[in-house]
């Protein structure tokens, strides 16, 4: 699990660099190695990423462009031992 702490005003600074981090995240999606990310917050001050491994996490931090903009002031990789969830809803 990857959680982000944001710079106070990330709402008015993501933008140039949105997409590029969307971008990012559909590629580990896609790769199968993210599999839920998300803000936390409104507005956001946060997010929450679950990857399949620490290391994933990790090359996701590294690569992030809202971390090479200056928008992340804390960054934390921590293990996420699941002990129940609800059955997930059919995505089709």
Known sequence: M???TYVEDVSSRRTPY?????ALADRFM?????????AIGA???GALL????????EEFADADPYGEA?????????PWN???HAPLPDSS
């Open 50 to 57: 679950v990857f399949t491994s620490r290391a994933a996490a």
């Open 2 to 4: 990857l959680t982000y």
């Open 82 to 84: 699941v002990v129940r």
């Open 30 to 38: 896609e790769r199968e190695e993210l599999l839920i990310v998300g």
């Open 18 to 22: 949105r997409d590029a981090h969307l």
């Open 70 to 78: 200056g928008l992340i002031t804390e960054r934390r990789v921590d």
């Open 43 to 45: 507005p956001p001050y």
